[in-house]
């Protein structure tokens, strides 16, 4: 029985976000990029990055379960209601750990 390695999620607005991204993909993880706006996509896309997840982060529904197996979270984020959400919606997701990086 072959076991589906798992995805390391990101959420990275920002720069440290950003940078987090190409050691991952530098070091061949298995990741996915949050992004909660559709306009997000195609930066990432230019940067490579193959799969990304979109979260509606103003819908009440969270029980939304990604096509890829969640690992680990990271969070890369300065507005605490917004990291609050994700950690609600991702938080569901992985028994793993959740992590929030913000200055």
Same mark, same amino acid.
């Given at each position: 029985?072959?076991? $589906?390695? $798992?995805?390391?999620?990101?959420?990275?607005?920002?720069?440290?976000?950003? =940078? #987090? @991204?190409? *050691?991952? *993909?530098?070091?061949?993880?298995? #990741?996915?990029?949050? @992004?909660?706006?559709?306009?997000?996509? $195609?930066?990432?896309?230019?940067?490579?990055?193959?799969?990304?997840? =979109? !979260?509606?982060?103003?819908? =009440?529904?969270?029980? +939304?379960?990604?096509? !890829?197996? /969640?690992? %680990? /979270?990271?969070? +890369? $984020? %300065?507005?605490?209601?917004?990291?609050?959400?994700?950690?609600?919606?991702?938080?569901?997701?992985?028994?793993?750990?959740?992590?929030?990086?913000?200055?």
């Amino acid at each position: 029985m072959q076991v $589906e390695q $798992e995805f390391t999620i990101v959420s990275a607005p920002n720069r440290t976000g950003l =940078h #987090f @991204v190409r *050691q991952l *993909q530098c070091r061949n993880v298995p #990741f996915a990029v949050l @992004v909660n706006e559709l306009d997000q996509r $195609e930066p990432l896309a230019q940067l490579g990055i193959e799969h990304m997840i =979109h !979260v509606n982060i103003t819908s =009440h529904d969270i029980q +939304f379960i990604p096509d !890829v197996p /969640v690992g %680990k /979270v990271y969070l +890369f $984020e %300065k507005n605490l209601p917004l990291c609050c959400r994700l950690i609600q919606i991702c938080r569901s997701w992985t028994s793993r750990p959740l992590y929030v990086i913000t200055q």
